[in-house]
């Protein structure tokens, strides 16, 4: 017997394709296409607001060449309210100048490729990286203002190649390799894969995001090459367009540009714009196509999907997590204490600890942060080197907490990958920076080391170390684990920390960053 991968299944997907009547378009009174105008926008306003569903996502898209004019993404936790999405729009006065020129009803998934430990139950096996990538892959959004592709494929099933004839250990190594190619378009290209075995007339609907359409020509061209494709890869028809905001609606039909850019947003029949503001262009984080943020075994393994996983870690904002943050910082200011606001902003932190060969890892970095540079919420990524610890740690600056947590998602595809701050025992206090003037930085490393003999004796205290920059030396990372928070209060409010405070503002060539991570 051939093994199947276990499955599980989050939201359901519609993709539905419409064509304009352009001849009933021109040939209608005002009064008709404002009205249709009006009734289409609110119809797609209304989905995008989710102001019907309790969760989803929904977006309009323009459609280039002959297929299809518009297209409309829904996810949504059923299929009855996609069916309900559906007529709903057929009431519209919008509905009469369109004709439905295709559709793809799917679900989305992850599979037993992904950890066999989280389909066994294994809770003490699954960090909360891994739950935060699959809770992305189940429930995917939708990235504003970007460029889409739509295409079904199945895998094939012939005389010479038959993918369900294989071994289960041999569709998991084809299709790491294949997630091996769409790791390097990490931060470029999000995906979301969606199963339609049963649904459709293929087995999965891909749709790819990106705000370069050549990016999307690039990674769908070089996995053409991958075996996983070029010997069991079959594909349906492939769509191409470009998202703008409902506001917009009465700027296409007049033939305009969209997204229009202006603050107004949308236009009437006649091009007349006005409404609400158009969507900005949003590049957190990302997702990478092909690529899933543990390497154990199947990297880039999505069960039997056509490519590796995407990455789309939702890093939803805590209400409880974010009031404990802001606690925190508040008694760190009492004590006149810097807590994490560069620039005036927020800065949120993802930290993985590695045991590989530093050299080696921060060659892995520097292919990430290439592409996180694309997105304007990265401050920072860098590969920091343990003085008395046999790790290393990778730190990545995000100005916002979901953008941090997709990092996470690739990182955590770095080698060797032992731990993630926050998820080791106890309370992950905080990362602290430090930019020591170059003359005092073994003057800092000194008394870092006494200060460290300190931290042993404190109660509470599981483990600190210095950490150096290895592209600078000059910068300094300080990674410290406490039991409890208030025993790292405590060595805060002690007066070491303070003296120490109070040299280091001699020594220092920048205000000191302290990131909390847990």
Do not use: C
């Not at 499955?7 to 008709?32: M, V, Y």
């Not at 099933?157 to 084809?174: H, K, Q, T, V």
């Amino acid at each position: 017997m051939v093994e199947a991968p276990a499955t599980e299944e989050g939201w359901f997907a519609l993709h539905e394709f419409r064509s304009i009547d352009w001849d009933a378009w021109r040939d209608a009174p005002d009064r008709k296409r404002e009205r249709a105008v009006e009734e289409g926008r609110s119809y797609l306003l209304h989905r995008e607001k989710l102001a019907a569903a309790d969760a989803g996502d929904s977006a309009v898209f323009s459609v280039l060449g002959h297929k299809a004019d518009l297209l409309t993404i829904h996810f949504r936790p059923t299929l009855d309210e996609l069916s309900t999405i559906e007529r709903g729009f057929e009431n519209t006065a919008l509905a009469e100048f369109t004709t439905t020129e295709s559709s793809y009803v799917s679900v989305t998934e992850v599979s037993g490729y992904v950890s066999d430990a989280y389909f066994e139950g294994d809770e003490e096996e699954v960090d909360e990286g891994l739950r935060r990538y699959i809770e992305g892959k189940l429930k995917p959004e939708i990235p504003d203002d970007e460029y889409v592709s739509f295409y079904p494929m199945s895998k094939r099933r012939g005389e010479e190649y038959n993918w369900y004839a294989l071994p289960f250990d041999e569709r998991a190594e084809l299709m790491s390799g294949h997630g091996d190619v769409g790791r390097e378009y990490a931060g470029k290209i999000k995906q979301v894969i969606a199963s339609s075995v049963g649904f459709d007339d293929h087995e999965w609907g891909v749709t790819l995001f990106g705000s370069d359409p050549t990016d999307i020509k690039d990674i769908v061209y070089e996995m053409r090459f991958d075996e996983a494709s070029s010997r069991y890869g079959e594909f349906g028809r492939f769509y191409v367009g470009r998202r703008f905001p409902p506001e917009d609606l009465g700027a296409y039909l007049a033939g305009e540009p969209v997204p229009t850019g202006d603050a107004g947003g949308g236009g009437d029949a006649d091009g007349h714009h006005g409404g609400a503001d158009a969507h900005d262009h949003h590049g957190e984080g990302g997702s990478a196509h092909g690529d899933h943020p543990h390497g154990d075994g199947s990297a880039g393994g999505e069960g039997d999907h056509p490519h590796g996983g995407d990455d789309r870690s939702h890093g939803e904002d805590d209400a409880e997590g974010s009031a404990d943050a802001d606690d925190i910082r508040g008694e760190l200011a009492d004590l006149d204490i810097y807590a994490g606001k560069p620039h005036g902003e927020d800065v949120f932190a993802t930290v993985l600890y590695s045991e590989a060969d530093v050299d080696d890892l921060f060659e892995e970095v520097q292919g990430l942060r290439a592409n996180f540079d694309h997105y304007g919420t990265h401050v920072k990524t860098a590969v920091y080197e343990g003085r008395s610890t046999d790790r290393a740690a990778v730190v990545s600056l995000w100005e916002t907490a979901s953008a941090a947590e997709t990092a996470a998602g690739f990182l955590s595809e770095l080698p060797e990958v032992v731990g993630r701050a926050g998820e080791e025992s106890g309370f992950g206090t905080m990362g602290m920076f430090y930019t020591v003037k170059p003359e005092h930085r073994e003057d800092f490393a000194d008394t870092f080391d006494e200060v460290g003999e300190a931290l042993a004796g404190m109660e509470g205290h599981l483990e600190t170390d210095l950490m150096v920059n290895v592209e600078d030396e000059n910068d300094m990372f300080i990674a410290s684990q406490w039991r409890a928070r208030e025993d790292a209060m405590d060595f805060f409010r002690s007066d070491d920390f303070r003296e120490t405070v109070q040299w280091g503002r001699e020594v220092l060539a920048d205000r000191p960053r302290h990131v909390f991570l847990a």
